[in-house]
């Protein structure tokens, strides 16, 4: 069964640094989705891609966040300068066409800025 | 304007008794819904969705959810639990297609679900 695939499972960082989350979509998809949850929270919107821009971003996806599809299989989420509340579980996604798209996840990032 | 609320973080039940996990949304336009389920470690897995045709759907794993526009609601349930049921479980909406909100997932805060052997 085709799945979306994050890596790494796991990410630590210094404060200030910069981190580049993976994620490699279903092959026929063509929305992609980038979603976090801190520790405790709800699951939140951060951005979604289209046609290689940005369709929609939410007011947390600020110019400390930049996405990418570098080579038509992956996906990329850059933090710069990372801060210490940037610590979360961040999950990409990816949907087919049609009226109501069905999302597929991936099994997330842990993030965590020390 | 979307938004979800699941109005149980926590629901404890024994092993083959049934499961009710409750969620109200709140929607500008007819929505679509779901629920997803996560497992430790593990991604998000679509349990089942409501996309405007019959209200009550059934998902994998024997859940069913009813939807009920007069209450604005979408249960989960499922009619006896089993122990790889343990999880957490997220109540979603989407306004569906159009605009630049295509495909957006609003997320409920979510229940953890523990039974009980």
């Known amino acids: 069964e085709p799945e979306v695939t994050q890596t790494p499972s796991h990410q630590v960082t210094q404060m200030g640094q910069e981190v580049i989350l993976r994620c490699v979509p279903i092959?026929?998809?063509?929305?992609f989705y980038w979603y976090r949850q801190i520790l405790g929270q709800k699951v939140e919107f951060l951005v979604s891609?289209?046609?290689?821009?940005?369709?929609?971003k939410s007011e947390i996806f600020d110019d400390q966040f930049s996405v990418e599809r570098p080579d038509g299989s992956n996906f990329t989420l850059k933090i710069r300068s990372t801060k210490l509340e940037d610590s979360a579980m961040y999950f990409c996604a990816s949907s087919g066409t049609g009226w109501f798209p069905e999302a597929f996840f991936g099994q997330g990032t842990r993030l965590t800025v020390v | 304007a979307q938004s979800v609320t699941q109005l149980d973080s926590h629901v404890s039940v024994s092993e083959g008794t049934p499961v009710l996990l409750r969620c109200n949304y709140s929607?500008?336009?007819?929505?679509?819904l779901f629920w997803y389920v996560q497992h430790p470690n593990k991604g998000l897995q679509l349990l089942l969705k409501?996309?405007?045709?019959?209200?009550l759907v059934k998902g994998i794993n024997g859940f069913e959810a009813e939807f009920k526009k007069s209450e604005t609601s979408f249960h989960l349930t499922k009619p006896s639990a089993h122990m790889s049921d343990a999880a957490e479980y997220f109540c979603?909406?989407?306004?569906?297609?159009?605009?630049?909100?295509?495909?957006?997932?609003?997320f409920g805060q979510g229940t953890i679900l523990t039974v009980h052997p």
């Open positions: 409501y996309t405007s045709a019959a209200t």
């Open positions: 929607s500008s336009y007819s929505p679509s």
């Open positions: 891609f289209y046609n290689n821009e940005i369709s929609e």
């Open positions: 092959s026929n998809h063509l929305y």
């Open positions: 979603v909406v989407t306004t569906g297609a159009g605009g630049t909100s295509y495909g957006k997932l609003t």
